[in-house]
DNA sequence: AACACAGTTGCGGGTTCCCGCAACTGTGTT
DNA sequence: AACACAGTTGCGGGAACCCGCAACTGTGTT
């Protein structure tokens, strides 16, 4: 059985390393990419179906990544190794994961033990396996202020400088939907006039809307780049 | 001599660790603290005058912790040691580096040579070390396309919400100069009208000028959050 | 002194945004 | 069947934004 390590960082990939030789003794050869891209042809190459993928790597990130390698071999099981549990990196994962699959996400402030056993759960079992603390944020957010799916998309056309009417065509929704899915989310991302004494101050809300966002992880910049991959793409596929 | 290493990954702060007390044996103890807060705690109490200083924390970032430490004691030599060199982290750290002092900032790619080098240089002979690489960045865009002062002052805060007309309150400048200085961002933030076959899409420039920024890496959420801070603390005194 | 050039300010108007009001759908509850 | 409730759509108007045109300041160059 052969795993791929994809981890940027050479610390962590020297402690994933020992703790997968530790974890998995049926592993008989690891190989180790330095970014999604070279992740992607590792897995094509070698036919891996066994992976452990670091989220945030410079040139390429992780689930993007994912997505390829999904695509290409869907049976493939892959374990996300992250520091932070931002919804935006969630939001992505399971949106992509493919039925014959299984995934895990552990933080990597996980103990030895986490770790491991997430390791033999994830790609010897097939099981799912989700931190713990992760469950939690996810949770928190779904109950108190969660985004909807459409909201979430017109988020990030807004986001990428889309105007409502554009937003409106590439969601197929009219003008004022739009416009509405705007306020909820104006709404939910606590997008309030200042407060000053004499009287509220006037703002706009669309920068506003996009920092606080930024703030609350709702979206970040690997998000927000890769979102814009998928923009340019639809861009000359709806002008043909 | 002590000395004090802020750094929240326990991986890299064992590193840096080793490499301290290899590079420099006059140091006779070492503290730890696991974010910018407590570092700037253990600064207060321990009287540190020397601090290695990790910059993406949760918590507290390393530039604001910076900053605290040096107006309390601002001879205080500090070496940035951070994955990344954006160009919102430079401009943060010039900012805010006192006459009397020194700092350095090195990449944790760097090798174990160049690290063990700056901490000598920095912390003990009270040199400027700035990584190669960094200087490179900094150049890179200060030739073709840096923001000037005012520029990034209106960036920020139209990334915070804030209208033209309150952008020219804060800034002192006039409704107008506020939109000259958006439009030569638009310019150099790289803001078009989306390119399609049969003609150009209007785009709302503001948003779009967020994320090119935070694409470019003028920006970034820490910077954001940070200058979030700045504007409450303004709204409060000049409502008063 | 003459000139270039970058930055500041006012004016005016076309466009987009923000949102209240009001009507209509669909899903689920009692 | 009656009802609540969340989501969709149109209309219309006040506010904010985007920006061309034009004039004025200041700094530095030749």
Redo the contacts with the bound molecule.
């Keep these: 059985m052969k795993l791929l390590l994809v981890e940027d960082d050479k610390f962590h990939a020297d402690y994933l390393k020992k703790a997968a030789m530790e974890a998995l003794p049926e592993v008989t050869e690891i190989l180790h990419a330095l970014d999604g891209r070279e992740g992607e042809k590792q897995a094509r190459r070698h036919s891996i179906t066994a992976v452990v993928m670091d989220l945030q790597m410079k040139e390429r990130n992780g689930i993007d990544a994912a997505r390829t390698i999904w695509a290409e071999r869907p049976q493939t099981r892959i374990l996300f190794w992250s520091n932070y549990s931002d919804e935006a990196y969630l939001r992505g994962i399971a949106r992509i994961v493919p039925d014959e699959s299984s995934y895990g996400y552990v933080l990597k402030t996980a103990t030895r033990e986490r770790l491991n056993l997430a390791l033999r759960a994830v790609l010897l079992e097939a099981q799912i396996v989700v931190d713990q603390q992760i469950h939690k944020v996810q949770h928190q957010t779904r109950t108190h202020d969660t985004l909807?799916d459409?909201e979430y998309a017109v988020l990030i056309d807004m986001s990428l400088g889309?105007?409502?009417?554009l937003i409106?065509k590439r969601q197929?929704?009219?003008?004022?939907?739009v416009?509405?899915?705007?306020?909820?989310l104006?709404d939910k991302l606590g997008v309030d006039s200042l407060e000053s004494s004499p009287d509220d101050i006037?703002i706009?809300?669309?920068t506003r809307a996009i920092t606080r966002a930024l703030s609350l992880r709702a979206i970040n910049t690997e998000s927000l780049e890769s979102a814009e991959r998928d923009l340019q793409r639809w861009l000359h596929r709806s002008s043909s």
Tied chains: 1, 2.
């Design positions: 909807t459409s889309l105007s409502d009417k409106a197929g929704m009219s003008l004022r939907t416009q509405n899915r705007l306020l909820s104006y006037a706009n809300k669309r």
